[in-house]
């Protein structure tokens, strides 16, 4: 089956760390566009990062060297590293898999979702 | 940043009803415009990618278009399990930026 499962998330104190992981079957992740999307609770839908299918990797400006996106080929996983969390990062991440039409990327597979919540 | 216009942000409407939601967008983004479904606790679901093409196993109620800058979802009759948030997508530039969603009500 083909699927997107996420894990990682919790309480964390602001300032914290924390690794979200997302373990994907019957596909391969180093052949696809992989995206970290978040989800404030009760707000809209936000891009954090993207692993590009040629190794590139994006961050939006809000995360930007706090957080790291990579691939793990032998657990055929994508994770993200979060360090110097902050309140405005309490979100449900979803760990999502873009196809490509044409040089549009659109999320055709997504994850359950993983809370994570920042607060002391 | 590409920003999106999505309205209305709520509406509601009765099952068989058409219902219209529009994005615009701050410049032109050609056709890399995705709508996706979400129902409450759920991830989203894509149902239009590239402004017009329905995902496979998307029923055919649902459509998209594009005139310039302004694109639109269409149901052309909703049924009880139509009723969720709706969010427009680009990915003509990283970030694929999202609209704000257009949340369906049962009148």
């Known amino acids: 089956e083909v699927q997107l499962v996420e894990s990682g998330g919790g309480l964390i104190q602001p300032g914290g760390s924390l690794r979200l992981s997302c373990a994907a079957s019957g596909f391969t992740v180093n052949s696809n566009y992989m995206s970290w999307v978040r989800q404030a609770p009760g707000k809209g839908l936000n891009w954090v990062s993207l692993?590009?299918?040629?190794?590139?990797?994006y961050y939006a400006d809000s995360v930007k060297g706090r957080f790291t996106i990579s691939r793990d080929n032998s657990r055929n996983a994508l994770d993200l590293q979060m360090n110097s969390l902050r309140g405005d990062d309490t979100a449900v991440y979803y760990c999502?898999?873009?196809?490509?039409?044409?040089?549009?990327?659109?999320?055709?597979?997504w994850g359950r979702g993983t809370l994570v919540t920042v607060s002391s | 940043d590409i920003q999106m216009t999505q309205s209305p942000s709520s509406l509601s409407a009765s099952v068989g009803d058409r219902v219209t939601i529009t994005c615009r967008t701050s410049q032109s983004i050609r056709n890399y415009l995705n709508w996706y479904q979400q129902k409450p606790g759920k991830a989203p679901k894509v149902l239009i990618y590239s402004a017009s093409i329905l995902q496979s196993g998307v029923p055919s109620r649902f459509s998209g278009s594009a005139s310039g800058t302004d694109f639109t979802l269409i149901i052309s009759s909703l049924q009880p399990e139509d009723f969720a948030t709706y969010y427009c997508q680009q990915s003509y530039s990283t970030p694929g930026t999202f609209g704000g969603g257009t949340k369906v009500e049962i009148k």
């Open positions: 692993f590009y299918a040629d190794g590139r990797t």
């Open positions: 999502a898999r873009s196809a490509d039409h044409g040089g549009n990327l659109y999320f055709d597979l």
